[in-house]
């Protein structure tokens, strides 16, 4: 697959932490135009409490009224488990598409049936406005960008390179904390060593902006690098280490990491593009599998 790299095109890019997830969410400007995109939004929840607020959302959404943006997109680059997307919630307010990768409907499968929902349950990506393949162009403004199909994570991951900025999810972390997981359903630690030598194929120079990040070692939270320097010097794929050694390195690990607090109502909610499922009656109600997952 040849993609179409344009390293002379230098979006501006907007990074909001979100300190309850460790959730990095973008808002991703063409510099010809006054259009942008918003990536991996976060909605506010208290599950102890059963609540749901939008402060995140809503500094996204204030930074771009205040700017005078038009947003063309919000993107999700894969399914979260550990954060709730607020994409509907944005999309009221300043409209835009909802893209994933077109796998989507392989995690609403899985999931689909761990959470028993019903026949009313949409298996076929249509909670979102445009499903990615592998390749596929779209535009912000005047500035094309593209989907890269980026499996290993979770089956529907996607890396979106606008310009000299690629937005990696999680099939990436900063060159001190590796990289993500790739023991949930449909994730594969040798698939996520090929997407990530994918990545790392695109230029030194790419920027790569992440969606976690942890702080290792207490340094200060960050969340943009280089391809050259993932290459150089991540501690999970740099430096040259095999498919093999990733993949038996990745396999351990992830045997030792706990279940991400929030799985059960973030599964149900991203694989509905954000929306709340709803019982019977049309009220907000999120289901807890036991011993499901």
Same mark, same amino acid.
């Given at each position: ?113 761990? *959470?028993?929902?019903? #026949?009313? =349950?949409?298996? /076929? !990506?249509?909670?979102?406005? %445009?499903? @990615?393949?592998? &390749? $596929? ?29 690629? *937005?990696?999810?999680? #099939?990436? =972390?900063?060159? /001190? !904390?590796?990289?993500?997981? %790739?023991? @949930?359903?449909? &994730? $594969? ?49 740099? &430096? ?54």
């Amino acid at each position: 697959m040849s993609y179409p790299v344009e390293m002379s095109v230098k979006p501006e890019v907007s990074g909001h932490f979100d300190a309850a997830t460790n959730t990095i969410s973008y808002i991703v400007k063409d510099p010809g135009s006054d259009h942008c995109a918003i990536i991996d939004s976060v909605m506010d929840i208290d599950y102890a409490a059963g609540r749901i607020t939008y402060e995140h959302a809503d500094a996204l959404i204030a930074e771009v009224q205040s700017r005078g943006l038009t947003l063309d997109w919000i993107i999700e680059t894969h399914v979260h488990a550990d954060h709730l997307s607020a994409a509907p919630y944005i999309q009221e307010k300043l409209g835009g598409k909802i893209g994933v990768g077109d796998k989507i409907m392989v995690v609403q499968e899985t999931f689909g049936k761990i *959470f028993n929902e019903g #026949t009313e =349950f949409q298996r /076929d !990506g249509s909670q979102f406005d %445009a499903l @990615f393949k592998d &390749g $596929d162009t779209y535009q912000v403004g005047g500035m094309q960008a593209f989907a890269m199909y980026t499996p290993g994570h979770t089956p529907a991951c996607m890396v979106h390179v606008m310009g000299d900025a690629a *937005f990696v999810g999680d #099939t990436l =972390f900063m060159p /001190d !904390g590796g990289s993500a997981r %790739a023991d @949930f359903p449909g &994730g $594969d630690a040798g698939q996520l060593y090929d997407s990530i030598q994918k990545v790392l194929s695109l230029p030194d120079e790419m920027r790569l902006f992440m969606c976690h990040d942890y702080g290792p070692n207490g340094r200060d939270i960050a969340w943009e690098t280089t391809v050259g320097a993932e290459k150089a010097h991540n501690i999970h794929v740099g &430096g040259g280490k095999t498919r093999e050694e990733f993949i038996n390195f990745r396999t351990e690990r992830d045997k030792q990491l706990a279940v991400p607090k929030l799985i059960i109502p973030s599964l149900q909610v991203n694989m509905r593009a954000g929306h709340m499922p709803t019982d019977k009656d049309g009220n907000p109600m999120l289901k807890v599998p036991v011993n499901g997952l």
